[in-house]
């Protein structure tokens, strides 16, 4: 394994913002990462996956992993289902491929998400009526303090909203996945827009769901390597009872979806065009003119132009409609 100094972090965020990081590597096993962590027991650690959902403010005095394990086998399977490790280093989109022309089910809406399969869990990806973690079973790590090998269930994982105990504790390294799928598939609406999409197709397949899926992302979506990006910017605010009154008052019109357990969900990217800021642009950072909750970057190299854009769009939102939007983007 090659350890790297003073290494330019700008082609490892979707942003390009410029950063440095004192130390770098890229483990390829659990046994070399365990090596690293044992090798630098005093350097401040920070995991990097794909770097899709995250961007660098300053430079990183400290040891920088950035995950490098590979593969995709089979670990069990029955008649009904099939229970299937990738590595974290697996490109996420590749990764949701190769299961549904397998005829895998479960992640096909997920597709076209730009992201690691180590990333997935931290971030509890999802999209079109599908979180990750409804098909995680296991998460295998490396603890960053002692270099100690860990598998989290799928309860132990602490799912949320966009959500997960890696985001908070930034105490393990996430190596491998093993998920639950699915070998037989029947359609089942979960979102109206995908619906919109097949409804001339009586009985989609998953290789037909994950065609539609890929159409509309890329309609909505900038492509990240043409206009640097991170995807989503801001979570959907999550509201109470009171809070959804309150926010009915001031916009009719808002989409409410009922989020469970007396809470409700709002469309950021509805409260972020109502504040004004579809298709805005600041200087070299702007909002996305067909999906005005992306964020993108039309050139600079500077984190700071992102966060001082953010801060505005914020301040606007709350001021206008009693709401913090929170960011889904990991800032460092």
């Known amino acids: 394994m090659t350890i790297r100094y003073n290494v330019q972090l700008q082609p490892y965020n979707s942003f390009h913002t410029k950063a440095s990081a004192k130390i770098f590597c890229e483990p390829q096993s659990a046994e070399e990462l365990s090596e690293i962590i044992h090798a630098f027991p005093d350097e401040e650690k920070l995991v990097l996956g794909n770097g899709f959902n995250s961007f660098f403010t300053k430079d990183f005095d400290g040891l920088i992993i950035k995950p490098a394990m590979q593969g ?9 289902h099939i229970e299937i490790e990738a590595g974290a280093a697996e490109d996420w989109d590749r990764f949701v491929k190769h299961c549904v022309e397998n005829g895998y089910a479960g992640i096909e809406n997920l597709s076209l998400i730009p992201s690691s399969v180590g990333a997935s869990p931290v971030q509890n990806i999802g999209a079109y009526g599908t979180e990750v973690k409804d098909v995680i079973t296991k998460v295998k790590t490396v603890e960053l303090q002692r270099g100690h090998y860990r598998e989290f269930s799928n309860d132990e994982c602490g799912f949320g909203y966009r959500d997960s105990i890696f985001k908070h504790t930034g105490g393990y390294v996430i190596t491998s996945v093993v998920f639950r799928l699915d070998k037989s598939f029947q359609y089942r609406e979960k979102y109206i827009d995908l619906s919109r999409e097949l409804e001339a197709i009586p009985s989609p397949t998953l290789t037909q769901v994950r065609d539609a899926i890929i ?8 492509d990240h390597t043409q206009l640097p990006n991170a995807g989503s910017f801001f979570k959907n605010p999550i509201l ?21 357990e007396g809470q409700f969900k709002t469309s950021a990217a509805f409260l972020i065009d109502k504040a004004g800021y579809k298709g805005k642009r600041r200087g070299m950072v702007g909002t996305y003119e067909h999906h005005s909750l992306i964020i993108v970057n039309y050139g600079t190299d500077k984190g700071e132009e992102i966060i001082s854009f953010m801060k505005e769009i914020q301040q606007d939102v709350r001021q ?7 960011p889904e983007v990991r800032i460092y």
């Open 72 to 80: 995709i086998h089979i670990l069990s399977e029955t008649d009904r």
């Open 240 to 260: 109470t009872e009171i809070e959804k009154e309150h926010l009915l008052q001031k916009l009719p019109d808002v989409p409410i979806y009922n989020a469970g």
């Open 320 to 326: 206008q409609f009693g709401l913090m939007l929170e």
């Open 215 to 222: 159409r509309i992302r890329t309609r909505k979506l900038p």
